[in-house]
């Protein structure tokens, strides 16, 4: 534990001389800022690359104990390189490429990253072992609120903009032959193979370049990388995705892909379902653990090789190197030849080892096998590979622990026909064995892709153009070469201590301990301990945590198996997962009219309506005394055609249909088979077997997903057609004493007379010129009123023949709020806001409507039953005392001992009684008219309210009948 | 347009640029310059016809679930007529503008004939229809509909029911119908009236990318011309 200032890197390390493999370009620098100071890099660095350039070698601090952390992998998963950039937290720092201007900070590090005060944690390291916070702040409950606040300032972890941010993400669907995961020589070979059998190919590689290990080898491997670069850039039908990952395989091979560093987007996920997935995922190389291997200067072997090779960074001045395989060995060779002194190499073949590094703030000794101390600000480790198997076990495979080769390996066989495995994760090789698995591997993917190919293509066709030529299927199986996985010792921990998760903070003596509290399935030491749940997500950790505690319990590793690989392969950001925010919105063909004319807009469901334009009261005074127009264009409407139709209609609605003479209309509700109100709306008789059936705005697609479930499993005998044709109008209300006169100005070849054409008829004509206008008499304001419906297209013509035609008249246009205020002065109750998903039919006023005399209808057994035990809530009228108290709607109306009688559900100030009026539910032995109701406010306050007829404006319905 | 115009005119749901008004209908004129365009064919007739999957009526429409074909409907035009096959038991039936209830009628005579249950309805004022044409449409289209639209599967004379951009949708790849300047696959996308000016933001949205521009209405007789 360091809580002393920690200073630069006394060394001097820094940029190497041209690498022949380098990534950087040399040409250019870059500015950026580290905790404020600015420093300077090359495109194509890291973040991480650059500051160690920069001679940076503490890069953060750990996530518990605020310990000193630097790089251990330099690649995507190395647990010491998460920085705050900009307003962006958590930022994998060696893999994020670096850009001008960068403001690269150390997260909640206080008062610095070199001065961390919170490095205190570290004294406290024996209290804070796992079941710590589950142990201690479990009790008093009422405390955790306090508890989580100032646990929150100690986590290690970057801070979120509250402003939200704009960053552009983005979705695409692919579905290509084959895809390969992973762009190392095997994934290369195997997508130059499949593409050239014909397949079409995404080939998905983590890193920024194509090449995996290749890119940090000698001569023989860049040869070969480029040789393999230029066949993948030859076939058009491969797609590169850099920088990008195959998160998952689900079922069916669909698999999303989430891809970094395009143009514009922040990131996009691609929802790929492909024929055949290839994983050629290569091998991680695994982290040793031992006492100070989470010092600053501990470094895997494929960590250093990138730092020289990829970003020609020096890493230290003096090295042990740990080696148990050649690749450790060739980092040891790597950092010779640019000048590192290499003090030690530790051949773990021969048996030798090490025991602990120490140091304060970095390495400054490796303490050896025997005892022997070598000074060295560098230790190298090349202990063994992980593979990383996540895909497969999502395609069925379960690989067992080899402890012949020190990993568990993946058995193709246990495979699926469309999953195949390539390269490094199935077993090593060198390079051109490896090609030649993938290249046999590719082409095994193109042949089993064409075979489901040519089963699509079977599919019976009346198109006449002649479909592309699918590929034909090879006659037999390739034959994938072996790979041939030599010995590796197993290498996990020298039991010296140290850190087995650095995301996590867990140590060795940690789990250990948590083993002994009897958490000893790895499910349950992972849980407990929160080992291998950390931004790597076990990719380091879970070997070396199923050694620790194998090793406890006696038990082998392959008995004692690893956790569940679960999607997703790497964490994915919630942008990804939202794509481009986009709900879909509906609009009237009036709608450009409502926004010229300053429409205040209302969201109703997925429709932009007009709410009001600037004053509704002014609007229902207008309705009352003159004339005005509404935009109802939402109005559910549905076409039915058929000789069946009185039976359909007699079957759904509560009331009887036989009778419904041409030309007229009749209101109708519906009820679910328990009874419940589903929706209401008029439905009117255009000719012999032609009805045209409206519902509520916001039930369009629920009743007619209702009526097409009872004509096709019900009764698919009965001759109906039932089309949707919601839009297929523009639906315009003319309402007021004016309306017959302002319609009567436009219409043709229609006497409006009420003996004509009276209340509760249905004609068509021609409207403002324009022919086939639907017109219903019938109102939901109470007023007199035609409900005109124009063919959709010619809409805005009519409204705006309307407004000028009734200029005059004092036409005026209403919205939804008075709409809503007219129709509560006529008490017409709306389904879903006077009733609710428990309102059964008798208790929404509708009992002069449901004829339980009717042979059957949907609904009935349920209204009967609720008719004859009675006692249900009513809907009733309500006025408050005080005309000029408005109850918020769903205030609780209270008995007269203050138990819940009911509520209000429909509430508004009425501009032509000047007071305030309500609709609400209300227990039968209150709905008397004149009993006086205590109505509780949602803030606590008592109103008294009279209950009145659910009609308050209009009672015998003089004004609409006229 | 004035607010008080006398002479009806018909307006596309999704607003046009530039517009002109030809055929009765409110139309852009402005013409796409590159290969890739959106244009709104809204003014189409657009006829819905239900009848039994199988029998005479499907027979004389002359195209299955799945398929389109171009057909003469009693002289509303040869070659003219676009037959869907949009639905189990569904056809969408399109032609030129103005042609609705001609086209209604005269399939109403020829269908009425089979003796089977049919119902036929011109539905030219309750549908919105755009086609997105180009040899990049499958990349645009692809952003915002899961359908694999590779040639194998989705080719020229296929039709599907699906969402686009979260929009019920009935895609309809008639190349031969796309814009006489592009090249590459057309796809008409026939949805409900009132999304269809979402429809159109949500797909020059989409191809923003690849350089969608709005393009003029073109018709069916695309690069038959």
Redesign the interface.
């Known amino acids: 534990m360091t809580i002393l200032p920690i200073t630069r890197s006394t060394a001097t390390s820094g940029r190497l001389g041209p690498q022949p493999g380098e990534v950087i370009d040399r040409h250019r620098t870059l500015d950026f800022t580290w905790n404020g100071r600015v420093l300077q890099g090359h495109p194509g660095d890291t973040l991480a690359s650059a500051l160690t350039a920069a001679g940076e070698r503490v890069l953060s601090r750990s996530y518990k104990y605020h310990r000193p952390r630097g790089l251990s992998t330099a690649s995507y998963l190395d647990p010491g390189a998460l920085f705050q950039v900009g307003d962006e937290p958590n930022v994998r720092g060696a893999h994020r490429l670096l850009r001008e201007g960068d403001d690269v900070r150390s997260q909640n590090t206080w008062p610095s990253l070199a001065f961390d005060l919170k490095a205190v944690n570290g004294l406290a390291g024996r209290f804070l072992a796992p079941g710590f916070y589950y142990k201690t702040f479990i009790k008093p409950e009422r405390l955790w609120p306090s508890y989580e606040k100032v646990l929150r300032t100690f986590v290690h972890a970057g801070e979120i903009s509250p402003v939200p941010g704009t960053e552009v993400y983005d979705k695409r669907y692919a579905h290509p032959d084959v895809v390969v995961a992973g762009g190392g020589p095997a994934g290369m070979a195997a997508a130059v193979a499949a593409a050239r059998a014909g397949a079409s190919v995404l080939l998905v590689e983590e890193e920024h370049q194509l090449g995996g290990h290749l890119r940090w080898g000698g001569s023989a491997e860049l040869a070969a990388l480029r040789e393999l670069t230029a066949a993948v850039a030859a076939e058009p039908g491969i797609e590169v995705m850099t920088d990008s990952v195959a998160g998952a395989r689900f079922d069916d091979n669909w698999i999303p892909i989430v891809q970094r560093s395009l143009p514009g987007v922040a990131e996009r996920l691609v929802k790929a379902r492909a024929k055949t997935l290839v994983v050629a995922a290569g091998l991680i190389e695994r982290p040793y653990v031992f006492a100070g291997n989470d010092l600053p200067g501990v470094l895997l072997s494929t960590g250093v090789r990138r730092l020289v090779n990829l970003h020609a960074v020096r890493p230290g001045q003096r090295a042990v190197v740990l080696t148990a395989n050649p690749d450790g060995d060739a980092a040891a060779a790597d950092l010779a030849r640019v000048g590192v002194d290499v003090a030690a190499v530790i051949d773990a073949r021969r048996g030798e080892g090490i025991v602990a590094a120490h140091g304060r703030g970095g390495v400054q000794s490796v303490e050896l096998t025997g005892g022997r101390r070598v000074e060295a600000d560098l230790l190298v480790t090349a202990v063994g590979w992980t593979a990383p198997t996540s895909l497969l076990n999502q395609s069925g495979d379960d690989p067992v622990y080899d402890p012949r080769t020190a990993r568990f390996r993946p058995d193709p066989a246990r495979l699926p026909d469309n999953v195949l495995a390539a390269g490094g994760i199935v077993g090593e090789g060198s390079t051109d064995e490896l090609v030649a698995h993938g290249d046999a591997t590719g082409r095994e993917a193109a042949r089993r892709a064409a075979r489901v190919a040519r089963r699509l293509a079977a599919v019976p066709t009346a198109v006449t153009t002649p479909r592309p030529p699918v590929p034909q299927p090879d006659a037999a199986p390739v034959v994938v070469p072996e790979l041939v996985t030599p010995d590796h010792p197993e290498l996990f921990t020298n039991g010296t201590g140290g850190f087995v998760d650095q995301c996590e903070d867990v140590g060795l003596k940690e789990l250990r301990t948590a083993i002994r509290e009897g958490y000893d399935s790895v499910e349950l030491l992972k849980r407990y301990t929160t080992a291998t749940m950390g931004p790597t997500q076990g990719k380091l950790e879970t070997v070396n945590m199923v050694a620790v505690l194998a090793q406890a319990t006696g038990r082998t590793m392959a008995e004692t198996g690893t956790t569940t690989w679960r999607p997703m392969y790497a964490p994915v950001t919630l942008g990804a997962l939202a794509g481009r925010p986009s709900e879909p919105v509906r609009y009237s063909p009036m709608q450009p009219w409502h926004e010229r004319h300053g429409a205040v807009p209302l969201v109703a469901g997925q429709w932009i309506r007009p709410e009001h334009y600037g004053d509704p009261a002014a609007e229902v005074t207008a309705v009352r005394t003159r004339v005005g127009i509404i935009d109802v264009t939402p109005i559910g409407k549905l076409d039915l055609r058929g000789p069946d139709i009185p039976k359909l209609l007699e079957l759904l609605y509560v009331n009887k249909w036989q009778r419904l003479a041409v030309g007229r209309v009749r209101y109708g509700v519906m009820c679910a088979e328990d009874g419940v109100v589903l929706d209401d709306g008029v439905t009117g008789r255009l000719g012999e077997d032609h009805y045209l059936c409206s519902t509520t705005s916001s039930g369009a697609a629920t009743v007619w997903e209702w009526v097409e479930n009872w004509l096709q499993t019900a009764h698919p005998e009965w001759q109906v057609h039932v089309t949707p044709v919601t839009t297929a109008y523009a639906s315009i209300n003319v309402a007021g004493p004016h309306s017959r006169e302002l319609v009567g100005r436009l219409v043709e070849g229609l006497d409006l007379a009420s003996e004509a054409f009276g209340y509760m008829n249905v004609r068509s004509a021609t409207v403002a010129g324009v022919a086939d206008c639907v017109l219903w008499r019938i109102g939901f304001t109470g007023e007199l009123s035609y409900e005109i419906h124009v063919p959709a297209a010619y809409g805005l013509h009519v409204w705006e023949r309307l407004m000028a035609a009734g200029e005059d008249l004092g036409v005026t246009p209403f919205g939804v709020e008075a709409q809503r205020i007219l129709r509560l002065e006529k008490g017409h109750a709306i389904v879903g806001q006077d009733t609710d998903g428990l309102t059964q039919g008798f208790s929404a006023g509708l009992g002069d409507l449901i004829k339980l005399d009717k042979p059957d209808f949907a609904g009935k057994p349920e209204l009967a039953w609720q008719h004859e035990r009675g006692g249900h809530p009513r809907l009733v009228g309500l006025r408050p005392v005080d005309p000029t108290i408005v109850p918020p709607e769903a205030s609780q109306i209270l008995d007269r001992d203050g138990s819940i009688a009911g509520r209000i559900t429909s509430s508004r100030m009425s501009p032509t009684l000047g007071r305030a009026i309500c609709l609400g539910q209300l227990e039968p032995d209150l709905a008397e008219i004149g009993t006086r109701v205590t109505v509780r406010h949602p803030d606590g306050r008592d109103v008294v309210a009279e209950v009145t007829d659910p009609v308050h404006v209009d009672p015998e319905g003089a004004r609409q009948r006229v | 347009m004035s ?11 999704i ?1 046009p640029q530039a517009p002109v008004v030809r055929f009765g ?1 409110e139309i852009s004129a402005r013409a796409a310059r590159g290969d890739l365009s959106l244009s709104d064919e ?1 003014p189409l007739a657009k006829v ?1 016809v ?1 009848a039994p999957f199988r029998g005479a009526a499907a027979d004389a429409l002359g ?2 679930f ?2 389109t ?1 171009r057909t003469d409907v009693d002289g509303v035009g040869v070659g003219d007529v676009l037959v869907v ?1 949009s639905g189990p038991g569904e056809w969408l039936v399109l032609a030129a503008p103005g042609r609705g209830p001609d086209l209604a009628a005269a399939l109403t005579r020829r269908l009425g004939s089979s003796g089977e ?1 049919v ?1 036929v ?1 011109d ?5 919105a229809l755009v086609r997105l044409a180009g040899r990049a449409a499958p ?1 645009v289209l ?2 915002v ?9 989705t ?4 039709a599907l029911r699906t969402t686009v ?3 019920v949708t009935d895609v309809v790849r008639d ?1 031969r119908g796309g814009p006489p300047s592009s090249v590459g696959p057309s796809y008409l996308l026939h949805v ?4 269809g ?2 429809l159109a933001g ?1 797909l020059l ?1 989409a191809g923003a ?1 690849f350089g969608l521009e709005t393009g003029t209405f073109v018709g069916l007789a695309g690069r038959d011309t």
């Open positions: 607010e008080t115009s006398e002479e009806p005119i018909a307006r596309s749901p607003a209908w809204t819905a239900r195209v299955g799945g398929r074909t096959g249950f119902s309805i539905l030219t004022h309750g549908r990349q692809a952003k509909c899961g359908i694999d639209l590779s040639d194998s599967v080719p020229d004379g296929a951009a979260r929009v190349d409900e009236r009132s999304s000016q979402f949500a949205d990318e």
